[in-house]
């Protein structure tokens, strides 16, 4: 299947075709924010004021963002999109680590009651949903964030060709229906605000990648302290109580944070090379993994205590980068083979060792 070009946007600047350094740096702030909450459940400081859901936020902005912007790379190099292509990367990219990490939980709690019920879900990406009955439980429950991934990206090809040609009624109808979902299907403890939230941060993303120049001219106006305190400004609304605040104030969030993370950088010299910096990517690289595993670590498990969390955190880390370079990136051959070169990482010979 293949998107024709003449449903995409203008072409972006050739420097789009590189990898943008300072939003791994936003990885590692976004997974350490997880992090965070997570460390301070683990301990018993449930009222520690961490908006831990302001770091997942932040990694559906940059998701909805990139995923456009690699599609839109692929058409102004080939002149089309293979969509075949994309779901076949996507898979590569977001399957192995997650079909290990459900592995090695579901052995280590099996037979508990709902263990093989909650890897199931979380495999067929439906954690964000009240289905069945009951949720998919705390080792397998953060994978609800993926469940909202999954699902945009089977309705990316609708909403490219609304976003891209501003197709107003093509767009308006998919934004509509997804305002509309979380009314008459049950969702997860996100709620429906969260929920239209969530879709809002993704669409936003895409809508940024396909007029970047354009959006980029009134990002270069606002201020860096402004574009912070919209990050501020989120955060503390994700910890605020459900009220009528909240209510009112909902549908701000996701731009907010959009400026925030793309503004601030941009504006912000120090911010940029902050973000840029070796360990800041280093750990953004791995944040996907790491994600995965933090949940492990932190964990109420009756071993589980003392250092142990704060050790248990080293071992997700240590992990995420062994699979990072061993299992991904042989993951990353078989999605983007070249020419002339087998579909699996080059051997080091024995003389070289």
């Known amino acids: 299947m293949t998107t024709p070009a003449s449903t995409m946007p203008p072409k972006i600047a050739p420097a789009a075709n590189h990898r943008i350094d300072w939003l791994d740096g936003w990885r590692t702030v976004a ?15 449930d009222d520690a004021p961490i908006p831990g859901k302001l770091g997942v936020y932040i990694f559906f902005a940059i998701s909805g963002y990139i995923v456009t912007r690699i599609l839109i790379v692929e058409r102004d190099k080939t002149g089309r999109i293979d969509l075949a292509g994309f779901y076949r990367r996507r898979a590569l990219r977001i399957l192995p680590p997650l079909v290990l990490y459900l592995s090695v939980v579901t052995i280590l709690f099996w037979p508990n009651l709902g263990t093989a019920s909650g890897a199931l879900r979380s495999l067929l990406f439906t954690c964000n949903m009240a289905v069945g009955p009951g949720d998919c439980g705390w080792v397998f429950g953060h994978t609800w964030s993926l469940g909202f991934e999954e699902q945009f990206y089977l309705l990316m090809p609708f909403a490219l060709v609304g976003i891209a040609g501003w197709r107003r009624g093509a767009l308006f109808t998919l934004a509509a229906a997804l305002a509309f979902i979380p009314f008459v299907w049950p969702v997860h403890f996100i709620g429906r605000i969260g929920f239209i939230q969530i879709y809002m941060l993704l669409g936003l993303g895409a809508l940024y990648a396909c007029h970047e120049t354009r959006v980029d001219r009134l990002l270069l106006r606002i201020p860096a302290s402004l574009a912070l305190a919209g990050l501020v400004f989120a955060g ?3 910890m605020l109580a459900p009220g009528k605040v909240q209510m009112l104030t909902g549908l701000l969030v996701a731009p907010a944070v959009l400026v925030g ?68 990136t042989w993951c990353r051959h078989l999605a983007h083979p070249k020419p002339g070169r087998p579909n699996y990482p080059a051997r080091r010979s024995n003389s070289a060792a």
């Open 31 to 45: 997974v350490g924010i997880v992090i965070a909450s997570h460390l301070a459940h683990a301990y018993g400081w």
């Open 236 to 238: 503390l609304w994700v």
């Open 261 to 328: 993370v793309f503004a601030f950088p941009k504006r912000s010299a120090t911010a940029r090379r902050c973000l840029a910096s070796r360990p800041m990517r280093t750990i953004g690289l791995y944040s996907y993994t790491l994600y995965l595993w933090q949940q492990l670590a932190l964990s109420h498990a009756p071993w589980n205590t003392g250092f142990m969390p704060v050790l248990a955190l080293g071992g997700a880390l240590a992990i995420s980068a062994l699979s990072y370079h061993t299992l991904e």
